[in-house]
């Protein structure tokens, strides 16, 4: 099992940045994957970004070039740098993990609370 909390959310102008962080607990071991998500009441969960535990790193074309993604493996942390925001990036920010299953599928069963990210002036 794994346990996943958000934090750094919070209320952004236009154009500014924050940071979100991700604290991964539990059986660590068993991630293949963590990323972020975010979704606006009303529409569908978008995938935002998520990291391998290879290295492999993908962001969606709405977010490229404006946030990254990193980990702090020796603290089982995973970050969103969030910079140049603006108001399309208003939305509640979701953190998750997947686990490689025997059959080489990969089943993302594991997601945080939610932290909101919102951006006005």
């Known amino acids: 099992q794994v346990q996943l909390a958000e934090s750094g959310g919070a209320l952004v102008q236009p154009g500014g940045s924050t940071r979100l962080t991700c604290e991964a607990t539990?059986?660590?071991?068993?991630?293949?994957?963590i990323g972020w998500s975010r979704q606006v009441p009303g529409k569908e969960r978008e995938s935002v970004a998520f990291?391998?535990?290879?290295?492999?790193?993908n962001y969606s074309d709405s977010v490229k070039g404006r946030f990254t993604i990193s980990r702090n493996d020796a603290k089982n942390i995973v970050y969103l740098q969030m910079d140049s925001l603006n108001s399309e990036d208003t939305a509640v920010y979701y953190c998750?993990?997947?686990?490689?299953?025997?059959?080489?599928?990969?089943?993302?069963?594991?997601w945080g609370q939610g932290t909101q990210v919102t951006v006005s002036v």
């Open positions: 998750y993990a997947g686990v490689r299953r025997s059959t080489g599928n990969i089943e993302y069963k594991y």
């Open positions: 539990g059986r660590i071991i068993s991630i293949n994957v």
């Open positions: 990291i391998t535990t290879g290295g492999t790193i």
